[in-house]
């Protein structure tokens, strides 16, 4: 099936299209590539199935045809794959010696040399020898002569020409439809020193008139806009920690009140059950070390269970790769906390003919930074990344670049004796002024091996 990027068909009986396969066949991706041709009046149009510009509808969904059989009354169905069809116009890539060196013809149908309904083989000519041995005639083109074979030649075709080079054969030896459209590729190219003259001009312009350092400054604002869609809210103007992550904006009333029931549990925990709980592994190694620390006063002891339980909610929650259950995290978790995992930590995909959804890397950095958030309200605004990171797990640098986008100040400390590296951990806290947010500047190099 082929749909066309610049508009509709008004005599679609009257195209004629090849389909051209990879000819490595063995090559488990390779294999599956094909390229379609088809040609009009005014322009010639290619379609493929890979590259970058290929349509995403085909891996998404499956699509067939039917072909009805009039006489039988009956119906066969076949997979089929949808093509979108660009013009090519002359300036653009060299798709001929593409079809040439690397895919072999599937359905000869695109140039009707002389009525014949193959494609003529172009060979290269032989040394000394005359135009029309051998039943094919020659060309004398710009950069070597070209031997046509007859018109029931299929052998392979391996020679590489450019676009002025087609151009050529086409004004010598192609028909009067193949010339219309080589006319109207001439007419619809633009030159490539006129665009980028006008580019080169537009850039010096817009330099001029904002300034380099006016630009990197819009350039870097936009990144950190894009970072900021995964952290929880910021309130840089706050005169306190407290208020530069509200509370309220990782758990509103309403959930915070719904967590009363589920956290009891850790309220009233014992100093035998964290004992146990530990050795299970129930918790994470950040909540098992909280609970030995619970006040005794009963209205803070609540509070920081909440939140303790929440926060181990969402890493059992970041661990997760594709939600096919209605409560992911078990019937005792509150349905509004059920329904802001899914709303606000996964995102949707399309998957053997269902939506699902999946907790991808965003969506698990938008986790940590949450968690991070809720660490430091537990903490008293500083929290250990190196026991979150091994939590979540998570490398070193990935959490350090979620604390330095939360603009936290992160340095080394000794860690709990008895947990991992507990001589080198990071130190995350949150005060006042903040950092000057900074965009990522790009992965790291690798470091050489010596």
């Known amino acids: 099936a082929v749909r066309f990027a610049n508009g509709r068909l008004q005599r679609p009986e009257s195209l004629r299209f090849t389909v051209y396969r990879n000819r490595d066949t063995a090559h488990p991706r390779k294999r599956h590539r094909r390229i379609l041709v088809s040609q009009t009046e005014r322009l010639c149009y290619v379609g493929h199935n890979f ?21 039988s009354g009956q ?9 979108n069809m660009q013009p ?7 798709w001929e010696s593409q079809l040439l060196g690397c895919f072999v013809l599937l359905i000869p149908a695109l140039f009707p040399w002389q009525g014949a309904r193959t494609i003529p083989s172009l060979v290269p000519a032989e ?10 005639s020659a060309a004398s083109v710009e950069g070597g002569t070209v031997g046509l074979c007859s018109p029931g030649c299929t052998g392979c075709v391996r020679v590489c020409f450019c676009p002025v080079q087609m151009d050529l ?16 590729r001439r007419m619809n190219a633009v030159g490539s020193d006129i665009v980028s003259t006008a580019v080169t001009k537009a850039a010096a312009n817009l330099i001029d008139a904002k300034g380099v350092t006016a630009l990197m400054q819009d350039v870097a604002q936009d990144d950190v806009q894009n970072i900021s869609a ?26 915070y009140e719904a967590l009363r029931v589920p956290a009891a549990a850790l309220a009233n925990v014992t100093t035998e059950e964290v004992a146990k709980r530990a050795e299970e592994r129930s918790h994470c190694s950040f909540v098992l070390e909280e609970l030995k620390l619970l006040p005794t006063d009963e209205k803070r002891r609540d509070h920081k269970a909440r939140c303790l339980w929440f926060l181990d909610t969402l890493i059992k929650f970041s661990h997760l790769k594709v939600i096919k259950k209605k409560h992911p995290m078990g019937p005792e978790c509150p349905q509004i906390i059920s329904r802001k995992l899914m709303k606000n930590f996964t995102s949707l995909t399309y998957n053997n003919g269902s939506i699902q959804n999946l907790v991808s890397a965003s969506m698990k950095a938008k986790i940590t930074a949450y968690v991070i958030a809720l660490a430091l309200h537990i903490n008293n605004f500083q929290t250990d ?18 604390a330095k986008a939360l603009r936290l100040r992160v340095s080394k400390a000794k860690g709990v004796p008895g947990l991992e590296n507990d001589q080198n951990h990071k130190l995350a806290t949150l005060s006042l002024p903040l950092p000057v947010q900074k965009a990522p500047e790009g992965q790291r190099k690798r470091k050489k091996m010596s």
């Open 88 to 94: 090519l116009l002359s300036g653009g890539r060299c």
């Open 75 to 83: 119906m066969e169905v076949y997979n089929a794959e949808i093509f």
């Open 127 to 136: 040394r000394g020898a005359q135009p029309g041995q051998g039943g094919g």
């Open 51 to 71: 590259g970058s510009q290929v349509m995403k509808c085909n891996s998404l969904c499956r699509y067939f045809v039917g072909v009805l059989d009039k006489n």
């Open 230 to 255: 995964f952290l929880p809210p910021c309130h840089e103007d706050a005169d306190n920690p407290e208020h530069v992550y509200k509370f309220e904006d990782i758990l509103s009333p309403a959930e």
């Open 169 to 184: 054969c086409i004004e010598a030896f192609g028909t009067s439809k193949q010339k219309r459209a080589l006319s109207s």
């Open 385 to 402: 990344l190196t026991v979150l990171q091994n939590d979540m797990k998570l490398t070193e640098s990935r959490i350090l670049d979620i």
